[in-house]
């Protein structure tokens, strides 16, 4: 904890240590473990895990020269191309996709499909529509000039054998999974999903479905913490809310680090007396990072418990997302193997003041207007870290750097929602 500059803007008003963004999630990143452990899975469940090596192509696709239309497949010769005056050539053959036609004789035309192998002898493909049938269907007429080797799809079209079609790192998409499948893989190597444990501090909250005591209020932290590491493909094990004393706080951290990868938690990582977690994981294992110079969720706190490394949010709910969202989730995609594990700023204009400059760097709620060019991004009435309906309404946030002002149609770096929750 030496590595903190002390600067009195955090709190606003006391003088406090606190770490910048940029330098938070250097140490955040440069300190992620990428999971060494692997595992062969079939296409079917690859969706959205990460790929463990590089996929090799071993054919080359197509695999044959074959047509791109439904039409008929001509032997142009050399006087022939591009040459207009019209040519009848006689159909002989007919070859549906999935067999191979015979050799094309000189002058005939076979009928083809699309996806059919181009047959020996022949070397361009009319679509049918602009193909005449004459002489009792037995015969095709064009009177437009062809070109040489139009409609057909060359061999290694698409992919060459030996070209790395994957790349190791990549989360797999269902486009990456039907590229797989169109070299004939069946199964590819992952990295094995990463193990979160969590729990939640506050003797205030209670569980949704039970009646409300007085000054309590609904665990909410719960549900969009084990929601987003779902929507990471992280493996979750949830201790729920245990009691806010610092005993219970250490049994619940002991009761995880073994088994997981990453323990997060949400609440109790300010500076009051009730707040545990900062001294516990001071207790049990080790504090690298504490406090940021951001709002909302400046108490962010970072460690390890030996292997397990322990991301700390703070407790109002909309700053729990926000430091999920630009701390936890780069984190536990380099975790997973994630080549690209930071998130992508774009660039939107701003469709409102900001008059007064602020100490932290603050990510706050927007939604963008589509209607009119360029985009612009409309501020939520009302920012404060409580307010959970901000990031409902909010399409995503945009960056507000620290001891600045932004003017009306400024162009400000702008993160969007379903971008970082995916
Ligand atoms: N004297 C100071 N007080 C506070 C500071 C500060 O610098 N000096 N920082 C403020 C900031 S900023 C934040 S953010 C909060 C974070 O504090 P904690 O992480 O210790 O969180 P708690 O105190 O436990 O709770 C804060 C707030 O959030 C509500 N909460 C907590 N857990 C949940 C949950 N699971 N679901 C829904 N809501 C939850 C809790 O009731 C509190 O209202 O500290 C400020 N204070
Ligand atoms: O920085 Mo705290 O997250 O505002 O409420």
Same mark, same amino acid.
């Given at each position: =904890?030496? /590595? ?21 999630? %250097? ?22 895990? =990460?790929?463990?090596?590089?996929? @090799? ?8 020269? /074959? ?5 008929? $497949? ?13 040519? *009848?050539?006689?159909?002989? !053959? ?30 361009? $493909? ?9 002489? /009792? ?9 062809? +070109? ?8 290694? /079209?698409?992919?060459? +054998? ?41 003797? %205030? ?13 609904? &665990? ?23 009691? !806010?004393?610092? &005993? ?16 997060? *938690? ?6 009051? #007396? %009730? ?6 994981? #001071? ?51 380099? =975790? ?18 900001? @008059? ?5 760097? #603050?990510?706050?709620? $927007? ?7 360029? *985009? ?18 909010? !399409? ?14 400024? $162009? ?7 971008? =970082?929750?995916?």
């Amino acid at each position: =904890m030496d /590595n903190q500059e002390v600067d009195c803007g955090g709190c606003d008003t006391i003088p406090q240590p606190l770490l910048s963004i940029d330098e938070a999630l %250097e140490i955040l990143t440069s300190s992620a473990k990428v999971t060494n452990s692997t595992q062969l899975i079939e296409l079917d469940n690859t969706l959205n895990r =990460m790929l463990a090596i590089d996929i @090799h192509a071993n054919i080359s696709v197509p695999s044959f020269d /074959n047509s791109a239309m439904d039409g008929y $497949v001509i032997n142009l010769k050399e006087n022939q191309i591009n040459t207009s005056g019209g040519f *009848t050539f006689k159909i002989n !053959d007919r070859i549906p996709a999935g067999s191979i036609g015979d050799t094309l004789a000189s002058g005939c035309a076979a009928r083809i499909f699309t996806g059919a192998p181009i047959p020996k002898g022949a070397n361009t $493909v009319l679509m049918q529509e602009e193909c005449e049938l004459i002489e /009792n269907k037995s015969k095709i007429e064009v009177y437009r000039p062809i +070109s040489l080797g139009e409609n057909i799809r060359p061999i290694g /079209n698409d992919i060459q +054998s030996g070209d790395v079609i994957l790349p190791k790192g990549k989360q797999l998409q269902p486009q990456d999974i039907a590229l797989a499948a169109s070299v004939g893989i069946n199964k590819l190597k992952v990295f094995h999903k990463i193990k979160v444990g969590v729990f939640f501090t506050g003797d %205030e909250l209670a569980k949704p479905g039970d009646t409300l005591q007085q000054g309590q209020i609904f &665990n909410s932290n719960r549900y969009s913490l084990v929601a987003l590491l779902n929507k990471l493909g992280c493996e979750v094990i949830n201790l729920g809310n245990i009691k !806010d004393t610092f &005993n219970a706080t250490c049994d619940a951290l002991e009761a995880l680090k073994s088994d997981c990868d990453l323990i997060i *938690t949400t609440g109790g990582v300010s500076v009051g #007396e %009730e707040d545990y977690i900062k001294s516990a994981i #001071e207790e049990l294992g080790q504090l690298n990072l504490w406090r940021i110079k951001i709002k909302p969720g400046k108490p962010f706190a970072f460690g390890n418990l030996g292997h397990c490394a322990f991301i700390g949010l703070p407790g109002n709910p909309v700053s729990a997302i926000v430091t999920f969202l630009l701390f936890a989730r780069p984190f536990i995609k380099k =975790m997973q193997g994630a080549t690209h594990y930071l998130n992508t700023a774009f660039k939107t204009q701003a469709n409102f003041d900001w @008059h007064k400059p602020k100490p932290r760097r #603050e990510f706050v709620r $927007v939604r963008l207007d589509h209607a009119t060019f360029p *985009t612009k991004a409309n501020l939520y009435p009302k920012q404060g870290s409580d307010v959970l309906s901000s990031m409902v309404w909010a !399409d995503g946030l945009i960056e507000i750097p620290e001891k600045t002002t932004v003017k009306r149609g400024e $162009v400000l770096n702008f993160y969007p929602l379903n971008e =970082m929750l995916s």
